[in-house]
């Protein structure tokens, strides 16, 4: 027998003989012959049964109320069980191929990823002294990573768990990213010259129109502006409105 099998055979029996016990009583007060002396003192009789009758019905009542906290245990511990046999969530969530996804952004995101995977098969290691088996002992809602979200059907299953080692991964239309520890095989992001462009001016703008916007909502009773350049005349020196003029034109020419 489990020890729930046990729990609940050991409530039922003592309820059993509480309520036994109760109407067992009853029918003896009814039926026993009252003794010389109970009869010499018929109220201390009838005090004497009532005391015991509400005894019993005190036991039995605990009786159900310590059945019923039992239950609620029981149940506790039946869904906290599942909950640990339950698998957990999918350590790996698939996205769909990206299809026209700029190469770079591939590249970018599966870089992300290794780099992720890195950090936790070093903890890994640190923690238990030994290398992950794989990098599924790194993945998991109670482990390093709760998910690889992958970026174009890529598969991180083989990547090695020796924290010196390189790993690489190729997604299934040929495009392969490495990430090195070291820095020494690093994929390159092919990042195209207007897309560079684009990001060096938006790290550069992006205080001064953040300062242009809220002023432009200010002006306009908290409504957004209808184009980015409705803010151009919100920036505070001309030189920081040519800079994000060229960041808007930048942008249209990398297609973004």
Partial sequence: MNPRTITAAAAGALIAFLIGNYFGFGQS??????PPAVAAAPSQAAQTNTA???DNERLVA???QLKAALERVDAANTELMKQHAAPAAAPFVASSPNIGLPIYELQRGVLNNLRQIDAARKQFQIQNGHSASSVRDLVGTRSFIKTVRTVGGEDYSAVPMD???PMTVTTPDGVSVTYDPTG???THLDIPPEVARVQELSAKVLKPSTSALQAYRAAH????PPNEEAVLPYFATPEEAADFAEFIKAKRAAGL
């Fill in 52 to 54: 015991l009758r509400q």
């Fill in 163 to 165: 924290a010196t080692q």
């Fill in 221 to 224: 009773g908290g409504g957004n």
């Fill in 29 to 34: 007060a009814a039926v026993a012959p009252v």
């Fill in 184 to 186: 020494g095989t690093t």
């Fill in 62 to 64: 605990e009786a159900f």
